[in-house]
């Protein structure tokens, strides 16, 4: 009898959501699992803000230890998370259909603050670059620091002052708790490979690549790959105020991103539609191109000003 394939995840809501889409797709095809629960240190640390504790992996790096050491089989990740350079000795084994990549803004109460780009309110996120992207088009607004899990920061923002606060579509879809006093954003340019759901195992792993494969969606994979190259190639992690998207809409990848400082004032956008011919380099080419309109000298000022 086959072993239970143990896959490691965090304990929150979200996260066993997603675990559990993988685990019940694996038994659906024949190969028993299990769930193994493991503390990241962005779980443990629910004050300080995501940038100022070191971002890069810290929602993943203590799965890839589990995984490196042995301790599970699989690691179940929200993709934005992932470093752009995976962990020597992994590699992905599957990236799941990508769901919703945009951004919401969960209301207080009403939204006429919004028509107001002079206006004051107030905002809450963790995130540089919603924050960033969001003090851009209204630079009077106070931005507020809001961590935790899903659940914990729609309570956080039902018990405030604030107007609203920023949060993922995808994460709210997938455990049903989008508000209805909700609006999307579709004028924030996304995180890259947000909604994507990424699967790690070993490198050399090969019965749990193969028993990945049915979960894998190339169209999903290839579009999040131009995302974080684009990233990767402005030398940006998970904390630099970076958007990047890339859809595969009536036979053609639309690409859009951008870099805005961290007060907003300043903001390099990007946007290209070629053909899915020549859609693999266009990532690359994007952040080249935003290069040389000035983005290098705002991605040094974006690194000194953190640390």
Same mark, same amino acid.
């Given at each position: ?89 992994? @590699?992905? !084994?599957?990236? /799941?259909? $990508? ?6 803004? #969960? &209301? +207080? ?20 670059? @919603?924050? !960033?992207?969001? /003090?851009? $088009? ?6 507020? #620091? &809001? +961590? ?35 609006? #999307? ?123």
């Amino acid at each position: 009898m086959e072993s239970k394939i143990r896959i490691g995840t965090r304990d929150s809501r979200l996260a066993v959501w997603q675990a559990t889409l993988v685990m019940e797709q694996l038994e659906s095809a024949g190969h028993p699992a299990e769930l193994v629960f493991i503390k990241s240190e962005g779980d443990i640390d629910l004050v300080t803000p995501l940038y100022a504790i070191g971002v890069q992996g810290v929602f993943t790096r203590n799965l890839d230890a589990a995984l490196l050491s042995g301790r599970i089989d699989l690691a179940v990740h929200s993709m934005k998370d992932v470093p752009v350079q995976l962990a020597q000795g992994l @590699r992905s !084994a599957a990236v /799941l259909p $990508r769901a919703d990549p945009g951004d919401l803004l #969960v &209301l +207080r109460n009403d939204a006429a603050f919004l028509d107001d780009r002079e206006g004051i309110a107030s905002i809450a996120t963790s995130s540089l670059r @919603r924050k !960033a992207q969001w /003090l851009h $088009r209204y630079p009077n607004h106070r931005i507020e #620091v &809001l +961590r935790g899990n899903v659940n914990t920061r729609l309570k956080k923002v039902a018990l405030s002052d604030w107007n609203g606060a920023l949060f993922a579509t995808a994460g709210l879809d997938r455990i049903g708790q989008r508000p209805s006093s909700s609006l #999307v954003m579709d004028w924030i340019v996304p995180a890259p490979a947000q909604g994507a759901i990424l699967v790690v195992c070993r490198e050399g792993d090969e019965h749990l690549r193969v028993a990945c494969d049915p979960l894998h969606d190339e169209p999903s994979a290839a579009c999040v790959h131009i995302e974080r190259t684009f990233l990767s190639e402005l030398m940006g992690g998970c904390s630099t105020p970076v958007g990047a998207l890339a859809e595969i809409r009536e036979g053609k990848l639309h690409f859009k991103g951008n870099i805005c400082s961290l007060d907003g004032k300043t903001c390099i956008n990007v946007q290209r539609t070629v053909s899915l011919a020549a859609a693999a380099d266009i990532g690359r080419e994007a952040a080249l191109e935003l290069l040389d309109q000035g983005a290098a000298s705002l991605i040094q000022k974006i690194s000194n000003s953190l640390t």
